[in-house]
Every structure is written in structure tokens, then in C-alpha cells.
């Protein structure tokens, strides 16, 4: 335990030299936001449409690679559960989520209901993207409000009521990431007021599905068996496949959030797969040299924590910036996926561990390593002389823990005192596919 302990300290330790050099050095990007437009700009357009096809694909994406994680019998299941919040989601986003996210902000909290049913959201652009029409902002954004619970869903995996989950997404949706991204996004207090930076999500998508899957495990319980019988990834080529997704997809979620086909986007788009490299090898490593054997579970779960952390910070941070952030994220997110096992609770996909833990090591990173060099839009962090922006990143933070836990907890209470939360012990042990669908994953020849 010593040896694993030294070793992350000097990984670390050398990291921050690093950094140092990034601050202290000349700085080899200097990115532009776009021009502020006041018309459609088709090359603009042309990008969002894309990068929000891109952010869509993530789900069903998200969808295989859980699939592929849990057991034979639960398969279809699983990735029905992804699947139905992609559908009642995006119908939640058009009626209302878009409304109180970004319709006319109210004391800083909440965004009203003037664009009930997208009424006067069209053709022409609107302030939030001023090159783009108000409908493609509008529908990239609803893809972040679509993955966020879809996220989470891998936390309490082979054990929840197929009815519970949906009436759960609409409600958390509704209560939870709306006022959230209203905060962050919409004109709320943490973004507009506190001038907390976060690019593409890391408080509003990654830290908020991650608490909300640990409040999930704390209240549904762990799984008949758990600890005592082996549940290991029954389909790990479906895994492979539904992380080449996510990572495919990721440019979409990052780069998209530049709003336009721009310097900033290819800088978003370089510091994603950077930062995704960067995690793989550094758990890759990690996992050869602790436990003898890497694999490719653990290398696909480095590069979705380097995802995750980078998320906050892609259009505020360089290339280099990029590689320290990945890597540290990597470092802390297996350190909590090993503490998993020794404090027994069931986060059965890691959402927690890497989301959760990811998401805040990238929000705290970016209040060090952001620079104005790199967006003039942004900030400078602790590493370029203005300390103060990473106690703003750690009150977001704070807040973002303390809002999800409480209104996840009471969200899932209500739903288990009115129609209940979990499949009964029998209905656990046949399995999602068929207790809850009638159907069955695999046909044998």
C-alpha cells in the first residue's frame, strides 16, 4: 500500500512541475472566440447540426457500453432504460426542460416558462447563439439534458422497476438538471453572477449524474448477491464498441460548445482526445503495474475519466493543460473505483467514480489551468495569476453535491413510497430481460 501510495504522489508531484512550466512558459495557442454574428451563418449551422447528432449518438452509445457490462440476463434491460430516457427526455426538453433552463431568467434560479412548447423558439437566431438558428441551440442542449440521467442509470443497474426509472427521469429532468444548467448555463447565479467557467458540462452533466447515481445506491441498495457472487461484464466487445461511441461523440459534446465552427472548437476538439488519451494510458499503467494484468475494461474507463474531466475546461485550457488534467483524473478515478469495493457499496458501472470524481477534479482544474491566452471569453486560473477563480470553481462544486443529493434523495423517496423503486428479489434473479420486457438478449443455435 505504500509503494501505490508513493507512486501516485510523485506521478502527481510531476504533473505539477509540469504545470508549472505551462504557466510560467510561452504559450503556443492563442485561440479567438468566433465574432458575435447577427444572422445565420450556414458554416456555423452546418457544424451545430453535426456536433448535435454527435452528442445524440452518445446515448445509445452509453447504451451498449453499459449493455455490455452487465450480465447476460440483463442486457436488453439495460439498454432499454438508455433508450427510454433518450425518448421521454427529448419530449420533457420541447414541453418545458428548454423553458426553465433558458427562458427568461427569475431571480437567478430558474428560467420561466415564456417558451412553454418552444412557443416563440424558430428559424432565427437568438442571443445564447447568435450565428445558429434558436432550434439547433435549442435541440444541442436537449442532448445534454437526454445523457445526464441516462448516466446514472448505470449506478443501480439489474435492480430497478422499469416504470420507476421513467417516472424518476421525468421528475429528476424536471427538478434537478434544469435548475442546475438554468444556474450554470441560463443566466443563474453560479454562472452569470459567480462567473464559475464550464464549457461543456462537467458541474451540469458529470458531477450531477454522479451524485445522483451514489444517492441512487444509497437508497435503492446493492444488488442480491453482491460481494458474495461474481457479476463481471458478460459482452465485453459490446462495451468496446459503446465507448468508441462515447468517445466519438464526445467532439460533438465538447467542441459543439464552442457554438460555431471556430479556432475555439478545434481547440475543444484537440484538448478532448487529448485529455481521453492521456487518462487511458495513465490507468493502463496504473492497472500493469498494481494488479499485473491491464486491461481493456480499465483502459476504456481511463479514457472516459479523462473525458469527463477535460469536459469543463475544453475551451479554456491548452493541449498541454489537456495531458495533466487527463491524467490526474485517471489517477483519482481508479483510486475511488478501488475504494468501491472495500467500503461494499454497489455503484454497479462506476458512474460515481469516474463521473462523479472526474467531474469535480475537472471543475476544480479548470480554475488552475484556464488562461484568457487560450479564450479570451474565460478566465485566468490559479496557474496564470488569479487565484480567487478556483474558490468560484469550488463553490460551484459545493453547490452542485448539496443541491443533486438532497432533491435526488427526496425525488427517489417519493417514488418508492408511491409505486415503489426496486424489482422484487425473484424478479432480480430471472433478470431485467425478462421479468421486466419478456424478451431475452441472446437466442441460442
Known sequence: MKKVISTLCLMIIMSWFSSLYLAYGESSVKMQTAPTLNKIDSGNTAWMLTATALVMLMTPGLSLFYGGMVRRKNVLGTIMQVFVILITVSIVWVLWGYSLVFGPDLWGVIGGLDWFGLNEVGQ?????????????????????????????TGAFAERVKFSALIVFSILWVTFVYCPLAHWVWGGGWIGSVMGALDFAGGTV?????????????????????????????????????????????????????????SGLASLAFV??????????LTWLILEWRYTRVPTILGTLSGALSGLVAITPGAGFVTPLSAIIIGSIASIFCYIAVSLKHKLSYDDSLDVFGIHGVGGTWGALATGIFASLHVNPAGNNGILYGNPPLIAIQSIAVVAT??????????????????????????????GLDKSQHQEKGYSRL
Request: charged content about 5%; hydrophobic content about 55%.
Open 124 to 152: 432565427d437566431p437568438s442571443y445564447m447563439a447568435s450565428s445558429v438558428p434558436h432550434l439547433i441551440f435549442m435541440m444541442f442542449q436537449g442532448m445534454f439534458a437526454v445523457i445526464a440521467p441516462a448516466l446514472f
Open 271 to 280: 484538448t478532448t482526445n487529448t485529455a481521453a488519451g492521456a487518462g487511458a
Open 401 to 430: 453535491y448539496v443541491f443533486v443529493f438532497f432533491s435526488t434523495f427526496l425525488i427517489l423517496k417519493i417514488i418508492d413510497w408511491s409505486i415503489g423503486l426496486r424489482i422484487d428479489e425473484e424478479a432480480e434473479l430471472l
Open 205 to 261: 452533466v458529470h458531477i450531477s449524474s454522479g451524485i445522483a447515481a451514489i444517492t441512487a445506491v444509497l437508497v435503492i441498495g446493492n444488488r442480491t448477491g453482491h460481494g458474495v457472487v461474481g457479476m463481471p461484464p458478460h459482452n465485453m466487445p459490446l462495451t468496446v464498441i459503446g465507448a468508441a461511441f462515447l468517445w466519438f461523440g464526445w467532439f460533438g459534446f465538447n467542441a459543439g460548445s464552442a457554438l460555431s465552427s
